[in-house]
């Protein structure tokens, strides 16, 4: 499985925005870019996935480089329930197990 | 919608017994259901992929016949910790994909935060 490679943490003033990196330099044609997040003694939570284009949903955007080696999950106002452990997770659907591997993720401190 | 749950949420219980974690999809199907343990700072690591109607796959490094799934059907899958130690003392969750569509995404259940004394 292609590896990703994300800062082991990052803070972030609450109401401001917060870029959240993440490199995927062996990135294949077919895989998608998830990005999770987990909150304390919780499981994971599903913020934004994409392919090829950036993707906007209510919770965050997706940025994705042209050549996709890289990409940037962008949460536009930080709040303290945004605290959490950020996971960027490389996913080919036509992998027939479908399974997810997390690497170490981004722990984001939300200062108030 | 995609309510993944899991019971119990804790469990604390004395070395050498054994432990079931039960995991449902509530409002969806799931062909595969997916079994994670996660260590204190640690991420989640994937210990195995439950099949509905057919023999888990387990990743390596993961003992299958400690670790025992049970997907029995399309809502439902179980872990069995046999003979626990301190050792797996652990968080484990669980996940789901939905049968049909959104075939994308992965839904996490809550955890079981497992205790042996």
């Known amino acids: 499985d292609a590896k990703t490679t994300q800062p082991n943490s990052m803070e972030s003033n609450e109401e401001e925005p917060v870029h959240l990196p993440c490199n995927h330099s062996?990135?294949?044609?077919?895989?998608?870019i998830h990005w999770y997040r987990q909150l304390p003694s919780q499981g994971p939570e599903y913020v934004i996935h994409?392919?090829?284009s950036n993707v906007n949903n209510r919770m965050a955007s997706l940025a994705i480089a042209e050549d996709r080696k890289s990409s940037t999950l962008i949460l536009h106002r930080a709040t303290l329930r945004d605290a959490a452990v950020y996971y960027c997770?490389?996913?080919?659907?036509?992998?027939?197990?479908?399974?997810?591997?997390f690497g170490t993720g981004t722990s984001l401190t939300v200062i108030p | 919608g995609a309510v993944v749950s899991q019971h119990p949420s804790r469990v604390i219980c004395k070395s050498g017994t054994s432990v079931k974690i039960e995991c449902r999809s509530l409002?969806?199907?799931?062909?595969?259901m997916f079994w994670y343990r996660q260590f204190p700072k640690k991420s989640l690591m994937l210990m195995a992929t439950?099949?509905?109607?057919?023999?888990?796959?387990?990743e390596q490094g993961v003992e299958k016949d400690k670790f025992l799934i049970n997907h029995a059907s399309l809502t439902l899958s179980t872990l069995t910790v046999t003979s626990a130690h301190p050792e797996d003392s652990s968080f484990y969750i669980c996940s789901a994909s939905p049968l049909a569509g959104r075939g994308n995404e992965q839904f996490f259940g809550p955890g079981t935060r497992l205790t042996v004394l």
């Open positions: 997770i490389l996913r080919d659907p036509f992998n027939t197990g479908n399974q997810f591997y």
């Open positions: 062996t990135i294949s044609g077919t895989d998608y």
């Open positions: 439950s099949n509905e109607g057919s023999k888990a796959t387990y």
């Open positions: 409002d969806f199907q799931a062909t595969t």
């Open positions: 994409g392919l090829t």
